[in-house]
């Protein structure tokens, strides 16, 4: 329970006792009866009118539930050894068993670690009673009934006891008596612990945490003891040895060596006279002439040796080029040039009183400062005057070198440009260029967009005007193609793309009879048999016209036959035409002209004396016909409106009506037989 609410119900407990007809026990009984049936406790059905009583029930109730959450936690930590499952939500409930759950897997771990059970860092209040539990929960016995001696002078046998009930407590003469450190709840059966923090009944210092346990208390240091020591039971900070404890980071050529509050690595050997150990352990010469006083007596000069020093009068001082001779009398030069490894690195050298002269090889410089032979940068020195165009500094001289596309010259300095055509880069043609090539390809191929030196067929069939490469159909090959026309009715012509229509009616490669005429279409051919109706005759020979055959039958009416005297139909016509399959309908067609006999007495268009109409064979209203003026004669003109796809054949039943005051006075029929190849143009 939260330390406020337990404060709360403490004061409200003292101060108010009495002045409620109902007790604040019966209140707080109330609230935890429906805490355990998971009621809403900020909605709760009051017993009391009384404030005191509303506020008791509500955090009794609210103790419940929070003690039933915990509860959830701990049995999962204790079941399943882990909290994952609570991770998922992050409702106020769930982060509280969450905290249960991992504040009791915190004790568990110090118990199987051999820990004290009670934690050493600061935790909050519920955190350290749930895992204090959790601990004392693993270990052995903790469940022992108290020993004789620990208890009062009591027995359990009296018969009263029988049915006493006590939990945590003992039965004298059927009343349940609590240990030391608690005390006996309202059911007067159950002892509960006695929180000494919290009632302030403790006895802990200034300086020092109140820590509650199960029947007690402890106390511990509020500020930890620091490195190197460790808090004992008996709150006291104690060194911690870590030589014998193992946890000093020493090398196995170093002793651990322990002290307060720390420890020390010394080094297994010992160094002699003359020498000083490092961190390390090594023994390092001590070069006893850099002292500030000196080793050695006045007009000595010191040496230093391995682990010692050694004194030498002081004679004669020599300058720098000059070192004393073998008896020490006297200053004699030192010739540096002396020996294969002399101070000029390989180059010629000229040995001089106290000095020496380095006489460099070509592309080296003599440095007076260093006294050594540098290098000369030729490249930085002379820019752009020693490379056509890469110039690359090495050890005494200098490399030129070119840019892709050129090789260098005979003169090692300038560049001549590279013929890459000769190691044949391109697949095809290749053009060399001043510094690179081009790759080109031969008619009907493409350079690839890819390596550019790859050609690629160009499939002109299936470029954007492949279809018209071809009137027909169009075979790509290897950097061309061939155009083919359809098996039957058409022949190449002779630019190899259009097909050109057979007329089997001139070559005589027809079957018709001789009572049928050969009509002509679009890769085949008709043979066609028009015969005149009764009461109508030919009238003179069929004329042969370009993509029509036409046949005239005239009225001729037996004597007395009224009926078709009055037949307002004078004349019926057949003919025929062959219409391609348009691969391009933008406009319609013109495709039959209808003429009248007699001009027009009106200058206009809209003359009623003459109308043209279609009477039957209209494929999907494919045809119109219209009426204008040519040369002063009356013209009907059959349009085609809308592509059709082939093959079609229809008959187009047309009439060229003459109308006299409204009335149809004679008709022609004209009959057009339309056929529709499927070849496209």
Not at 62 to 67: C, E, G, H, I, K
Not at 117 to 140: E, H, I, K, N
Not at 416 to 436: F, I, K, M, R, T
Request: aromatic share 6%.
């Amino acid at each position: 329970m939260d330390l406020c609410v337990i404060v709360l119900l403490l004061s409200l407990c003292g101060l108010l006792r009495g002045q409620d007809p109902i007790s604040l026990d019966d209140c707080c009984k109330d609230g935890k009866d429906r805490g355990q049936e998971s009621q809403d406790c900020t909605s709760l059905p009051l017993i009391s009118e009384s404030t005191t009583c509303r506020i008791a029930q509500e955090q009794c109730c609210a103790t419940v539930l929070d003690d039933n959450i915990c509860t959830i936690g701990i049995n999962m930590a204790k079941d399943q050894g882990s909290c994952d499952s609570l991770l998922s939500t992050s409702t106020c409930e769930t982060k509280t068993s969450k905290m249960c759950c991992e504040c009791c897997l915190l004790g568990r771990a110090a118990q199987e670690r051999g820990l004290s059970c009670d934690l050493t860092f600061a935790v909050g209040y519920q955190c350290g009673v749930v895992s204090r539990a959790c601990c004392v929960d693993r270990l052995p016995n903790t469940h022992a009934k108290p020993t004789p001696d620990a208890q009062p002078d009591a027995s359990n046998t009296d018969d009263r006891c029988k049915d006493a009930g006590c939990v945590n407590g003992l039965c004298v003469n059927g009343t349940c008596v609590c240990l030391a450190g608690y005390k006996l709840k309202a059911d007067r059966k159950t002892c509960e612990d006695i929180n000494e923090c919290l009632l302030g009944a403790h006895q802990c210092r200034p300086g020092e945490r109140c820590i509650n346990t199960l029947g007690s208390y402890r106390c511990q240091r509020e500020v930890s003891c620091g490195t190197g020591y460790e808090l004992t039971d008996s709150n006291q900070c104690e060194d911690i040895d870590e030589c014998e404890t193992g946890t000093h980071n020493c090398g196995a050529e170093m002793l651990c060596q322990n002290s307060v509050g720390s420890f020390r690595c010394r080094p297994r050997m010992q160094c002699g006279e003359g020498f000083i150990q490092d961190a390390l352990g090594s023994c390092i010469d001590i070069n006893e002439c850099l002292s500030v006083t000196g080793p050695c007596p006045a007009g000595h000069m010191c040496f230093n040796t391995v682990g010692s020093f050694t004194c030498q009068r002081q004679s004669v001082n020599c300058g720098r080029g000059y070192h004393l001779n073998a008896q020490g009398t006297r200053c004699v030069d030192i010739d540096e040039c002396a020996g294969p490894d002399n101070s000029c690195d390989g180059h010629g050298c000229i040995n001089l009183l106290g000095s020496y002269r380095c006489e460099c090889r070509s592309g080296f410089v003599f440095n007076s400062i260093t006294r050594s032979c540098e290098d000369i940068n030729e490249c930085r020195n002379y820019p752009g005057r020693l490379c056509a165009h890469k110039c690359e500094n090495i050890l005494g001289s200098y490399k030129c070198s070119c840019t892709t596309g050129f090789k260098l010259a005979s003169d090692a300095r300038n560049c001549d440009d590279l013929d890459e055509c000769e190691s044949a880069p391109c697949s095809q043609e290749c053009a060399n260029v001043y510094g690179s090539y081009q790759c080109y390809c031969r008619r009907g191929y493409q350079l690839s967009d890819v390596d550019g030196i790859t050609c690629e067929d160009i499939d002109e069939c299936a470029l954007p005007t492949g279809g018209h490469i071809c009137s027909y159909r169009c075979y790509n090959t290897p950097g061309s193609f061939h155009c083919t026309c359809p098996a039957t009715g058409y022949t190449l012509a002779p630019n190899g793309r259009s097909c050109q229509d057979i007329d089997e009616c001139v070559t005589g490669t027809h079957a018709c009879t001789e009572s049928q005429s050969c009509f002509n279409i679009q890769g085949g051919y008709k043979c066609l048999s028009f015969d005149c109706p009764a009461n109508y005759r030919r009238s003179g020979d069929t004329p042969r016209v370009d993509r029509a055959d036409f046949i005239r039958c005239v009225k001729s009416c037996q004597p007395n036959d009224i009926s078709c005297v009055l037949d307002p139909i004078l004349s019926t016509s057949h003919t025929a035409i062959s219409l391609p399959t348009f691969r391009e309908f933008n406009k319609p067609e013109e495709i039959v002209f209808l003429r009248s006999s007699t001009p027009s007495p009106l200058p206009h268009m809209d003359s009623p004396e003459i109308i043209y109409d279609i009477l039957e064979g209209n494929v999907q209203n494919s045809f119109d016909i219209i009426k204008r003026l040519d040369h002063g004669m009356i013209v009907g003109v059959v349009r085609q409106v809308k592509p059709l796809v082939g093959p079609v054949s229809t008959v187009l039943k047309l009439a060229m009506n003459y109308v006299t005051n409204g009335v149809v006075s004679h008709r022609n029929i004209i009959n057009v037989h339309i056929y529709v190849s499927e070849f496209w143009f």
